[in-house]
């Protein structure tokens, strides 16, 4: 299942209430630990696709060259 960076929004945020309003200790530690999950997982997106375009300048150029094989 891939979950859009809006589906991870509202996660987030219901992680978050849920650890706020939620008076058991043991259960708020479980949805700090999914949201740190989530957090590192959403870091690790967001680096590989910052190394993706870093690795590309800007600028391509395209070549015809058919008209040297006639």
Do not use: C, P, W
């Not at 979950?3 to 987030?12: A, G, L």
């Not at 696709?49 to 395209?62: F, M, V």
């Amino acid at each position: 299942m891939k979950f859009t960076s809006h589906d991870v929004i509202i996660i987030e945020r219901a992680l978050r209430t849920a650890m706020k309003h939620d008076r058991e200790e043991h259960r708020s530690r479980d949805y700090q630990e999914v949201l740190f999950k989530m957090q590192e997982s959403a870091n690790q997106a967001l680096s590989v696709t910052a190394q993706i375009t870093s690795d590309h300048d800007g600028l391509r150029y395209d070549y015809d060259d058919s008209a040297d094989l006639m």
